[in-house]
């Protein structure tokens, strides 16, 4: 195998972060048993290694933490002058509660990914769906910048993907995958 085409290969699962290094090209992930061909170019998901995100993790983990009682602290202060004591606390703590689980949301990122590959377009939507079509089925790709999605061509329907769920909003991861879809595609 040249230097080159080992460059290319997929080094995590997109699903879980497993290392796939010394694993044969196609085969399934030892850690969440998704099939994985290593030829495939990934976009979205969990691209980055497991232990890569974990000081970035501890890091906002900490910040949220300290958000969350300031948070606490000025919504009981300022709540207090317009509603009873036990009543400002409890709707403190419910925003609180409710900003840092959109935070972790946002940073846990989602399981969703598009694969790229020699012999066919995967789509893992969630862990009961994964939709796999043949270049042959698949026609033209482009970003729709007006709905943040984007939308592939795929027999003579449109199967749009959501920016924010499978690119996390990163135009530019959608707009990489949209160009690399046109290489293979037929369309």
Not at 109 to 126: D, M, R, T, W
Not at 156 to 176: I, P, S
Request: overall charge positive; glycine content about 6%.
């Amino acid at each position: 195998m040249s230097n080159e085409s080992h460059q290319n290969q997929l080094e995590n699962c997109p699903r879980c972060g497993y290392s796939l290094q010394g694993l044969p090209t196609e085969h399934h992930c030892p850690e969440c048993g998704i099939e994985v061909d290593l030829r495939w170019r990934a976009f979205g998901a969990r691209l980055c290694p497991k232990k890569r995100k974990q000081p970035y993790y501890l890091v906002m983990l900490i910040v949220g933490i300290g958000c969350f009682h300031l948070m606490l602290l000025w919504s009981g202060l300022i709540l207090r002058t317009f509603l009873p004591a036990n009543i400002a606390m409890v709707t403190a703590y419910i925003l609180a509660i409710t900003i840092t689980w959109l935070i972790w949301q946002y940073l846990r990122g989602s399981k969703s990914f598009v694969a790229v590959g020699p012999k066919e377009l995967v789509i893992y939507l969630h862990p009961d769906k994964l939709e796999r079509h043949k270049w042959e089925t698949v026609g033209k790709a482009y970003y729709n910048i007006s709905r943040k999605s984007v939308d592939i061509r795929i027999n003579d329907e449109t199967l749009r993907l959501n920016g924010r769920k499978f690119f996390g909003n990163n135009v530019w991861e959608a707009e990489a995958c949209t160009s690399y879809i046109k290489q293979f595609a037929k369309g």
